[in-house]
């Protein structure tokens, strides 16, 4: 295997989602580097512990883990060590200096992370009003939401609002479509924060054009949706919404939707920092 091709396991005794992120999150600072990963999750017993190292002798490489029992974090170590190769538990720096904080160890308790506690079903019912106020659907139910997003079409408010509702955030989102009049309820909101997004007229288009070409809609002539003047026309309009209705407006242009969001989300704190 070549030195950018490697074999990376993923030992956790819970979903695996955490370890898989920090992963991933690591990966993309090494250009070229292909990962062939090996995802062990739900490793409680020592039965499944030794058919991982089994996995990992078989294909050797870097192991990640998250796990809190000692004695399978030990056969784990051990084992990596008969291997010589490399095991990093990837969440015991923040725990240590969490529990010098605290004072006190921690529980030692695995998935505790997706108990069905309060939070989850808050994030559930913030996922559910995302997809009942999609691109101003229920207009009558803005006012009880935490953010609405309003921008041009392909200004990715969707998916903004689905990664918003994962963390809680009752997110809504009003498309801005030429020749249609925007909800009057839009305009009488106070308790939600209104956020404007817009996007570079060119990389609309092209956006936009992509689009079409999914859906097998592309035509020879470009309509006023990919039109550069049109768009730009569009955009512009859209700005001029955002200053008069004072709406903070975020650039999308170069921000992925995981950028997007945090943007908003320190929007909402200032604001509620304010409020208090």
């Known amino acids: 295997m070549s030195a950018s091709r490697f074999h990376l396991h993923l030992v956790s005794d819970s979903t695996g989602e955490t370890?898989?992120?920090?992963?991933?999150?690591?990966?993309?600072?090494?250009?070229e580097a292909e990962a062939v990963e090996h995802i062990w999750s739900m490793v409680r017993t020592k039965m499944q512990m030794e058919r991982v190292i089994h996995g990992i002798e078989a294909n050797p490489g870097v192991v990640l883990f998250t796990l809190v029992d000692e004695g399978l974090r030990t056969i784990l170590q051990d084992g990596c060590r008969k291997?010589?190769?490399?095991?990093?538990?990837?969440?015991?720096?923040?725990?240590?200096?969490?529990?010098?904080?605290?004072?006190?160890?921690?529980r030692g308790l695995p998935g505790q992370q997706h108990l069905?506690?309060?939070?989850?079903?808050?994030?559930?019912?913030?996922?559910?009003?995302?997809?009942?106020h999609d691109?101003?659907?229920?207009?009558?139910?803005?006012?009880?939401?935490?953010?609405?997003?309003?921008?041009?079409?392909?200004?990715?408010?969707?998916?903004?609002?689905?990664?918003l509702a994962n963390r809680g955030i009752k997110a809504a989102n009003v498309p801005i479509v030429p020749g249609t009049p925007l909800p009057p309820e839009l305009f009488t909101l106070t308790g939600p924060l209104v956020v404007g997004l817009t996007n570079d007229p060119e990389r609309l288009v092209q956006i936009r054009q992509n689009r079409l070409q999914l859906l097998h809609q592309e035509h020879d002539r470009p309509s006023e949706y990919t039109d550069?003047?049109?768009?730009?026309?569009?955009?512009?309009?859209?700005?001029?919404?955002?200053?008069?209705?004072h709406w903070p407006v975020i650039d999308v242009t170069r921000r992925s939707i995981e950028e997007t969001a945090a943007a908003i989300l320190r929007l909402l704190a200032r604001r509620q920092g304010d409020e208090s």
């Not at 370890?19 to 250009?31: I, K, M, P, T, W």
């Not at 095991?87 to 010098?100: E, G």
Request: glycine share 4%; hydrophobic share 45%; net charge neutral.
């Open 83 to 106: 291997l010589q190769v490399a095991a990093i538990p990837v969440l015991d720096p923040v725990l240590a200096v969490l529990a010098s904080q605290l004072g006190r160890k921690s």
């Open 135 to 163: 691109d101003g659907q229920s207009a009558w139910g803005l006012k009880d939401a935490d953010v609405v997003l309003v921008g041009v079409s392909r200004t990715s408010k969707t998916p903004t609002c689905m990664y």
């Open 19 to 31: 370890v898989h992120s920090v992963a991933r999150a690591c990966l993309v600072q090494f250009d």
């Open 228 to 245: 550069t003047s049109a768009v730009r026309e569009e955009v512009q309009q859209a700005r001029r919404l955002f200053t008069e209705r």
């Open 116 to 132: 069905l506690d309060s939070d989850y079903f808050r994030r559930i019912d913030a996922m559910t009003f995302a997809l009942t």
